[in-house]
């Protein structure tokens, strides 16, 4: 649409300002063939996906500008958006914009980045701009030490249930994470909660750069330390900056959480569901889901399984998904490709897939129940199923249960036993 746009009102051979600062990415739509309706297909929406596709990839020719797009010798996509612009692009300090409303995943490298509409695209891509007001910060501070059982996931499905945020009263406001806990999350998981400050309704998320910044720079980007502590340097809150509202948890009192069916805010934990729910499909992806990180907690969960002589439950399907090429890769070289081979999970190559009812995963019947660590469970958004958010570990942990259970670490079930 902002192709057209610029074609149309700026002229068919004018030229992007400054291409080398605009990355297109083909990820949403790449497994739709799969999963669309007849119906649907028969209403041309398969073709027009097709369309969108060929769009893209000819603008970003003619423009110069950077696409990664889909696999050419293989079905998948090189990663989702905000995957990559995490793992490659993204710097402390830097202003980013996107056109999908999870931009704000990479304010876990310390960038302020939000969502834009088409038109402000359109636009940036004249003047390089992007009109903004200023807006308010919530501060959330997250104290002591999360259990072995508990990650990002489980903080973030807890505010969002937390009254102040269901009220709206966050509404287009900074929300900057900050605290022991906090502090302890590795750059991948604090991407966990930065992105899901969109389902908070917040203008971004974002968690001061530090120590755990700069290994990730280093690690991700080959970095030399003195850069990247360059890049990290001096970017924190004023010690007197003023805040609209302050929100502050510990994190040692917080037990694995769900959001029950319609909505992310819809949070409990685990342990107060009042029956057995069973789970027909798990599913462990997404921008928020499918880090390098995230795949540590599926692996956790199912070589533990393994060990104990578990798999994946007959009467649940449990699909992984990474988030990009790099996760792929990473999970190649930890062996863990191996271990979800064994373990019956099924595994897809990057791309939104199941996340926007476009891929493998998705529900079919509405009495269907999956559970799913993706960020939103808005009706009809994976399907026509019901759908419970959690983190990787629950998540996990359910597919080899066959229903909703907290996980528990090997260590924490010896140390009760003891
Ligand atoms: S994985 Fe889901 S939430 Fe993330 S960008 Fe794709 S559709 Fe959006």
């Known amino acids: 649409m902002a192709a057209i746009f610029f074609e149309h009102f700026v002229g068919k051979d004018a030229k992007v300002n400054d291409p080398d600062t605009v990355i297109f990415f083909?990820?949403?739509?790449?497994?739709?063939?799969?999963?669309?309706?007849?119906?649907?297909?028969?209403?041309?929406?398969?073709?027009?996906?097709?369309?969108?596709?060929?769009?893209?990839?000819?603008?970003?020719?003619?423009?110069?500008?950077?696409?990664?797009?889909?696999?050419?010798?293989?079905?998948?996509?090189?990663?989702?958006?905000?995957s990559v612009i995490a793992e490659s692009y993204a710097l402390p300090g830097q202003l980013n914009v996107g056109s999908d409303s999870h931009t704000p995943h990479v304010g876990a490298v310390g960038c302020v980045a939000f969502g834009i509409g088409t038109t402000d695209v359109f636009?940036?891509?004249?003047?390089?701009?992007v009109r903004v007001k200023v807006p308010e910060s919530v501060r959330v501070v997250v104290r002591g030490k999360r259990k072995p059982?508990?990650?990002?996931?489980?903080?973030?499905?807890?505010?969002?249930?937390?009254?102040?945020?269901?009220?709206?009263?966050a509404l287009a406001k900074v929300i900057e994470y900050c605290g022991e806990a906090i502090e302890e999350l590795s750059v991948d998981e604090r991407a966990t909660m930065t992105n899901m400050a969109a389902e908070i309704g917040g203008f971004t998320g974002i968690v001061a750069p530090d120590q755990k910044t700069v290994e990730f720079l280093m690690e991700r980007r080959n970095m030399p330390r003195a850069e990247a502590e360059g890049f990290c340097k001096g970017m924190y809150s004023d010690p007197d900056a003023q805040y609209a509202h302050v929100i502050e948890l510990d994190a040692d009192a917080i037990t694995p959480m769900v959001a029950t069916p319609g909505d992310p805010g819809n949070g409990k934990y685990v342990r107060e569901l009042n029956t057995p729910v069973p789970v027909e499909i798990a599913y462990g992806g997404t921008c928020t889901?499918?880090?390098?990180?995230?795949?540590?907690?599926?692996?956790?969960?199912?070589?533990?399984?393994?060990?104990?002589?578990?798999?994946?439950?007959?009467?649940?399907?449990?699909y992984v998904q990474f988030g990009s090429q790099e996760t792929r890769e990473y999970c190649l070289q930890k062996g863990y490709l191996e271990i979800f081979k064994q373990a019956g999970a099924i595994v897809i190559e990057p791309s939104c897939g199941a996340c926007i009812n476009a891929g493998p995963g998705v529900s079919t019947r509405a009495d269907q129940v999956v559970i799913s660590a993706q960020n939103r469970n808005f009706p009809g958004r994976s399907g026509p199923g019901q759908l419970y958010l959690a983190s990787p570990y629950t998540v996990a942990a359910s597919a080899v249960a066959g229903y909703i259970v907290e996980y528990e670490p090997t260590a924490q079930r010896k140390l009760v036993v003891a």
């Open 26 to 82: 083909r990820d949403h739509l790449t497994f739709l063939d799969e999963v669309i309706s007849e119906e649907k297909k028969k209403m041309g929406l398969l073709d027009l996906a097709g369309q969108l596709k060929f769009k893209q990839e000819e603008f970003s020719k003619k423009q110069g500008i950077k696409l990664h797009g889909e696999l050419t010798d293989r079905k998948g996509s090189e990663g989702i958006c905000h």
């Open 149 to 169: 059982n508990v990650s990002a996931k489980d903080f973030i499905l807890l505010l969002l249930s937390m009254e102040y945020i269901r009220s709206g009263k």
């Open 289 to 318: 889901a499918g880090k390098n990180a995230d795949m540590d907690m599926y692996a956790q969960v199912l070589a533990e399984a393994l060990k104990q002589g578990k798999r994946v439950a007959e009467s649940c399907k449990f």
């Open 123 to 129: 636009n940036s891509w004249i003047t390089k701009d």
